[in-house]
């Protein structure tokens, strides 16, 4: 299974990347592909989008999708 | 209908002016109403001498036009207008606009402000101080 993964403002610096490619077996959820590219538990704030829609941590992954990390929203 | 994510300064005085002439028909919208949003130079008592708006490409605009589309389908609105800039912004820069227009006043502004609430809420942006002693990002918004 191949994901593709990115990271936004204060998460991409912390992970030092803003896209990271994973390609893993035993993969399913977002919370997976989480654990698999920063080693750590998701902090709660965190927010997930697959594929460029908000999805929970808990949310099915497939090969192929973009998966997005990144903290609480600011704009306005 | 227009949602723009844009780099470039914006004046949303004209811009509005503009879309009226050029979208809207004339004697249908009898209540326009806009929100306009403007970086500070102050935040959390520190002076703020530059901001970097950051953004999601493709999910930033598809949230946008979503709201925007559920906001129009919701208070019957004739047209509504989402501007907002990314980049490096200045104290005096205006950030975002809102523009909605409809028959009466209550669906104008009932839209606007719930537009605005959403966005700042779901809209895949963030924000980077530069201050006189290094840079922060911005962790929250404003409860308004």
Same mark, same amino acid.
């Given at each position: 299974?191949? *994901?593709? @993964? ?8 912390? *992970?030092?990347?803003?896209? &990271?490619? &994973? ?23 965190? !927010? ?7 999805? =929970? !941590?808990?949310?099915? &992954?497939?090969? =192929? ?5 990144? $903290? ?5 | 209908?227009? @949602?723009? *994510? ?5 004046? $949303?005085? #004209?811009? &509005? +002016? ?10 249908? +919208? ?18 703020? #001498? ?12 598809? #949230? ?5 589309? #559920? ?9 509504? !207008?989402? @501007? ?7 104290? =005096?820069?205006? *950030? ?27 809209? $895949? ?17 404003? $409860? =308004?």
């Amino acid at each position: 299974m191949t *994901i593709n @993964v990115r990271f936004f403002a204060s998460l991409r610096e912390r *992970i030092g990347h803003a896209t &990271v490619t &994973v390609e893993a077996d035993g993969i399913a959820t977002a919370r997976d592909v989480w654990k698999a590219v920063s080693g750590e538990s998701p902090d709660e704030e965190m !927010l997930v989008a697959i594929n460029k829609e908000y999805a =929970g !941590l808990d949310r099915a &992954v497939a090969d =192929g999708d973009e998966v997005a990390f990144f $903290p609480p929203v600011t704009g306005g | 209908m227009t @949602v723009e *994510i844009r780099e470039q300064p914006f004046d $949303p005085w #004209q811009m &509005v +002016s503009e879309y009226r002439s050029k979208h809207l028909v004339a004697g249908k +919208s009898g209540a326009s109403a806009v929100f306009v949003g403007t970086m500070r130079d102050f935040n959390e008592g520190d002076e703020v #001498q530059a901001m970097v708006l950051e953004h999601y490409p493709g999910m930033t605009e598809q #949230q946008l036009k979503d709201m925007r589309d #559920q906001a129009v389908s919701k208070h019957d609105l004739e047209d509504a !207008l989402v @501007v907002h800039r990314v980049g490096t912004v200045y104290p =005096g820069d205006d *950030i975002v606009l809102v523009a909605t227009f409809s028959g009466h006043r209550k669906a104008a502004l009932d839209a606007c402000r719930e537009m605005m609430e959403v966005l700042k809420s779901s809209a $895949p942006f963030w924000k980077k101080e530069t201050l006189g002693a290094g840079e922060r990002w911005v962790e929250k918004n404003t $409860p =308004g």
